[in-house]
């Protein structure tokens, strides 16, 4: 996954922006009895944008619009569904209330900006389209008192395929975005989905969280130690923003477990373990076999091996612990990063899931 938009992809919208728009042209149907097709909304940062409607219906007190989202050329889940915001008129002095519709999930687990109970429309997409109510509101004459369920059919599928389950969203996905906008291959999304990952286990008082590389280390360190899902950070690539938020958001022990490749770039103090940003350095490999005491020969073999896995290979079968050196050395990374009370161990798995390297918890 890339680290941010290449130069010509193109961006999209989120399910947030598709939402706010589906509601405000559902909205004014029900204020002037005819659909604004294309709709505009203003995005956070004040950009004003139009959307093509999908769907239209109107019925006694209730009106109901879809957009198809697009998330641009960003490998997003949600590309292509149905975004669609039925509004209600409600009793006078009712604001704007929000219900999940079909496809939309219901937060269960307390530590989101959500509390348990709330349909999973995010602070943001919810002051998006509250100002849209307003505006048509003050446009064609309403009080803006109205009831708003937003759905994603087809969505309770869809949230399989993403961390909301595990963050106890139950029933479909979340309607999401801070700007409006989808960058094609930003980072953003998926420490944010670290970052609330760590919430909702502080929340629920989970005192030991492992955060993996990979679904493999991460069966691997659950098996472990019968972790829950909620203990289970789905870090990737992004050692940094998850220790980072550690660093701010303490939790008393933490297990980090990875890949060697990935791990051995931890253990040389790169935050950022995807190859667009960091290397395997085969020289480093090489001196920590030197260091272990490996002979000459292997050295240079280690120094023209292929992959990191391969040097792994044949520091086994000389013997040497390299598995625990580069542990004890991403371990050293995370303490120093995290600059805090939480304990750290880190765990090496080869590609079966079995420990190949250790250090564990001071």
């Not at 950070?233 to 980090?256: E, N, S």
């Amino acid at each position: 996954m890339a680290r941010r938009a290449k130069q010509g992809l193109k961006r999209g919208w989120t399910t947030g922006a598709c939402a706010t728009a589906a509601a405000k042209a559902a909205y004014t149907r029900l204020l002037r009895g005819t659909f604004p097709d294309p709709v505009e909304i203003t995005l956070p940062g004040g950009r004003q944008v139009s959307f093509a409607l999908a769907v239209e219906a109107a019925g006694d007190g209730w009106a109901e619009a879809g957009v198809v989202k697009d998330a641009g050329d960003d490998p997003d889940v949600t590309h292509g569904a149905l975004v669609k915001s039925r509004v209600t008129l409600a009793a006078a002095g009712a604001g704007v209330v929000f219900r999940a519709g079909e496809g939309v999930g219901t937060v269960t687990l307390p530590g989101l900006a959500l509390p348990p109970g709330e349909p999973a429309i995010n602070p943001m997409p919810r002051r998006m389209i509250a100002a849209a109510i307003a505006e048509a509101a003050a446009t064609h004459g309403g009080a803006g008192d109205v009831e708003i369920a937003v759905a994603i059919p087809g969505g309770e599928a869809l949230a399989r395929r993403t961390t909301n389950p595990r963050l106890g969203i139950l029933g479909g996905l979340s309607i999401l975005g801070t700007t409006g906008i989808v960058i094609p291959y930003s980072c953003a999304s998926w420490i944010h989905s670290i970052q609330r990952g760590i919430d909702v286990a502080r929340a629920a008082g989970k005192a030991h969280l492992a955060a993996a590389t990979g679904r493999t280390s991460e069966r691997a360190v659950q098996q472990l130690y019968g972790l829950d899902e909620t203990a289970l950070i789905d870090m990737g690539d992004f050692a940094g923003g998850c220790l980072k938020y550690l660093r701010d958001h303490p939790v008393p022990r933490l297990t980090l477990a990875g890949g060697f490749a990935k791990l051995s770039k931890l253990a040389q103090g790169h935050l950022d373990l995807h190859s667009g940003a960091s290397q395997i350095d085969r020289e480093f490999l090489a001196g920590s076999m030197a260091t272990l005491g490996a002979p000459e020969t292997l050295i240079e073999t280690a120094r023209g091996a292929n992959t990191a896995n391969q040097v792994l290979a044949l520091a086994r079968q000389a013997g040497l612990a390299l598995g625990d050196r580069i542990a004890a050395q991403a371990r050293a990374t995370a303490l120093a990063t995290l600059a805090g009370a939480t304990a750290v161990e880190v765990l090496v798995f080869d590609r079966e899931g079995e420990v190949v390297g250790r250090a564990g918890f001071a």
